[in-house]
């Protein structure tokens, strides 16, 4: 169902910058699955995240799909494969990708380059939260229906990102955005 983020398969979210730059003003960020269902979990772990990504500092006429800790993000989709099912996205060029989520246990990282920081989603309060609820309702505003497991990771992976790099000012020091994210692995609430 194409929404204003445009239709979406099996997608990474990335943000183009050379990791060497001095001010980063955007970073890159992959979404990894893999399995049977990694077409459905991608999607609604980008959807997820989307929905994160225009929450603090989106703004109309973006040239960017959206903003985590005050910076750019750009959807780039993993594997390339799955490019030709995209609509709707900035298509900004890749040069690496600065921080990974590995949606599942199979999602591997053998398409990163070791100077990725890869993350699994944080732990999920089971119990519904004022937050979590504002969420779905959001979420079921923005596209149409109840957030899953994978749009729920997603979001949280996305705000803990958030948090992390707006608290780093970017991700050029990769042993202190290893240690943020590390902080934040109980959630993002």
Do not use: W
């Amino acid at each position: 169902m194409p929404t204003r983020f445009g239709a979406m398969l099996t997608v990474a979210l990335a943000v183009s910058l050379p990791a060497t730059a001095a001010c980063a003003h955007s970073f890159s960020l992959a979404v990894v699955a893999d399995g049977e269902q990694a077409a459905m979990q991608l999607n609604s772990a980008v959807n997820g995240i989307l929905l994160a990504s225009q929450e603090r500092d989106g703004h109309a006429d973006e040239t960017s799909d959206g903003h985590l800790g005050g910076l750019d993000v750009f959807i780039v989709p993993l594997p390339t494969r799955a490019a030709e099912t995209i609509q709707g996205l900035k298509r900004a060029p890749q040069s690496s990708i600065d921080i990974a989520i590995l949606m599942s246990t199979e999602a591997g990282a053998d398409q990163l380059d070791l100077h990725t920081v890869t993350i699994r989603p944080g732990t999920i309060n089971a119990n519904p939260t004022e937050t979590s609820k504002l969420f779905a309702t959001r979420f079921q505003s923005a596209f149409g229906m109840m957030p899953d497991q994978s749009a729920i990771e997603g979001y949280n992976a996305a705000r803990r990102i958030d948090l992390a790099v707006r608290t780093l000012g970017g991700v050029d020091d990769r042993r202190a955005l290893i240690a943020a994210l590390a902080a934040t692995n109980k959630g993002s609430e």
